[in-house]
């Protein structure tokens, strides 16, 4: 087995707790400028009390919190739905060229034309891997692609005199941001059930689609990991109806040179650049989520646009645009990633990235059956949604697991999501890990569910081998501490 260190009373220790009087980290050079009068008294603080540690002691401290940080660059980070993978380090040599890092974004357009002609490049590049007519890189992420996408339909439907047009229907198996951002542009919200074999029910769409539908909002592949077959015909009901299709494109990397969500129906796709394009996220940021239309939905794309004409490339506004949805231009750096990642890979790499994400959750999915419930006994596309439902029988919830698998040295999977599955586990390997790295996660998780016959205290308690052990994270959340209080 595989453990955490525990933490040593050196790097338990707070930096306050080191602090001795007299002690510098810093040595300040002579002042060789005159000396600028204080703020009032009213601004200033009667004391600052800071720790007093010498460089070394200070280095030490900051370096052992590094250590506690769990990222993608030290291990598996099996977040289902999140897309969590390895992303080459070249990209963010690009990123940082200084041609890049150092533009500003009001300078002039005739001085920034090669980061215009990417940025012209890269939707060019997004509407092909969609199939869709057109694209707008404003959005700064998925949820702010998912409100662009919602505010066109809004329009769209206004510029047609339909405005009874009122209803948004969603999957019940929906990530949570799509309600929220239906509601968001005033949309009303009704969720459509899933079926036995875990795809949207296609005669209750049929049943809810009226007059008043608006959108039908929909990921693909769907929030459980799996490829809708009848998602093609759920999208000529919508269009029947008169409303349009909305795809939630987070799990594209499970798609990518293998389907366009445009050929299949979708009249809006938005895409997590963050997710499937090779920028390092987590921890909020940075991200993008660019939106890519059907030609009929063009024209109400975000601002700005990058348009060339007479081979000069300039910022352009959608004739009937909904405006800015953020400042200047989104998320630059992660553009360029993106783009870096496009071009290094190309047609037959995107295709490939797709074709290991599916055979490594597959393989999951395939090792772990027996142990975990599989709520969809089915193929499953980049990720596996497993359900804790026979340790739930024991006592021990989804929760526990996650929290044992620390001690086992890995990041828990996504927890009690889609909500329709109970005590679910969502695992996404991605398209980056080993053979290796996956039979590690699988014998921690077989492991598991032996102790969770055996000795479900063991789980119970987890983890064992943390700084800190489990804590009351409803509490943590709602009222953090966040600042340091002497003994």
Not at 50 to 58: D, H, I, R, T, W
Not at 96 to 109: D, I, K, N, R, T
Not at 254 to 283: C, Y
Not at 324 to 346: E, P, Q
Request: net charge positive; glycine share 8%.
């Amino acid at each position: 087995m595989m453990f955490a260190e525990k933490a040593s009373p050196s790097q338990r220790q707070l930096l306050m707790d080191r602090s001795r009087p007299g002690r510098r980290a810093a040595t300040v050079p002579r002042r060789d400028v005159p000396a600028a009068p204080l703020h009032p008294v009213r601004w200033r603080r009667a004391s600052l009390p800071l720790p007093e540690v010498s460089e070394g002691e200070l280095v030490r401290y900051f370096v052992a919190l590094s250590q506690r940080n769990y990222g993608v660059d030290s291990g598996f980070y099996p977040l289902g739905s999140c897309t969590m993978k390895y992303n080459p380090k070249w990209h963010d040599e690009m990123a940082a060229l200084p041609g890049f890092a150092q533009l500003h974004p009001l300078q002039e357009e005739e001085s920034a034309q090669g980061a215009l002609r990417l940025m012209h490049d890269l939707q060019g590049y997004l509407a092909d891997v969609t199939g869709l007519e057109a694209v707008s890189l404003c959005p700064a992420a998925g949820a702010g692609g998912e409100l662009a996408g919602m505010l066109m339909i809004r329009a769209y439907h206004r510029a047609r005199r339909d405005a009874q047009r009122a209803q948004v229907l969603i999957p019940d198996s929906a990530h949570g941001t799509n309600p929220a951002s239906a509601a968001m542009a005033g949309f009303e919200v009704a969720h459509v059930p899933s079926d036995s074999d875990g795809n949207t029910d296609l005669e209750a769409l049929r049943g809810m689609l009226s007059g008043r539908t608006a959108a039908f909002m929909v990921t693909m592949p769907n929030t459980l990991g799996l490829f809708e077959p009848r998602i093609a015909a759920a999208c000529r009901l919508v269009h029947e109806a008169g409303g349009l299709v909305y795809g939630d494109g987070a799990n594209l990397n499970a798609i990518l040179g293998r389907a366009k969500l445009g050929e299949l129906g979708f009249d809006i796709v938005h895409m997590n650049l963050h997710k499937t394009f090779s920028t390092p996220h987590g921890g909020g940021g940075p991200g993008a989520g660019p939106v890519a239309v059907a030609r009929r939905l063009a024209p109400y794309l975000p601002e700005p646009q990058v348009a060339r004409q007479g081979g000069v490339y300039h910022l352009a506004r959608p004739r009937r645009s909904i405006g800015r949805l953020t400042a200047f231009h989104g998320n630059f750096g992660v553009l360029v990633r993106a783009w870096a990642y496009i071009r290094l890979m190309g047609a037959v790499g995107l295709r490939q990235v797709s074709e290991n994400a599916v055979i490594n959750a597959n393989y999951l999915r395939v090792q772990l059956k027996d142990a975990y419930q599989l709520p969809y006994d089915r193929p499953c596309m980049h990720e596996v949604v497993l359900s804790a439902s026979r340790q739930r029988a024991k006592g021990v919830r989804a929760l526990d697991i996650a929290k044992r698998l620390i001690d086992y040295g890995f990041h828990p999977p996504t927890m009690y999501f889609p909500l329709i599955v109970p005590e679910a586990l969502m695992i996404e390997p991605t398209e980056t890990e080993s053979k290796e790295t996956l039979d590690a996660f699988i014998a921690a998780l077989l492991a598991m569910a032996q102790e969770a016959e055996e000795n479900p205290q063991l789980l119970q308690e987890a983890p064992h081998h943390t700084p800190i052990s489990r804590l009351d994270e409803a509490k943590a959340a709602r009222q953090p501490d966040l600042r340091w209080r002497p003994r």
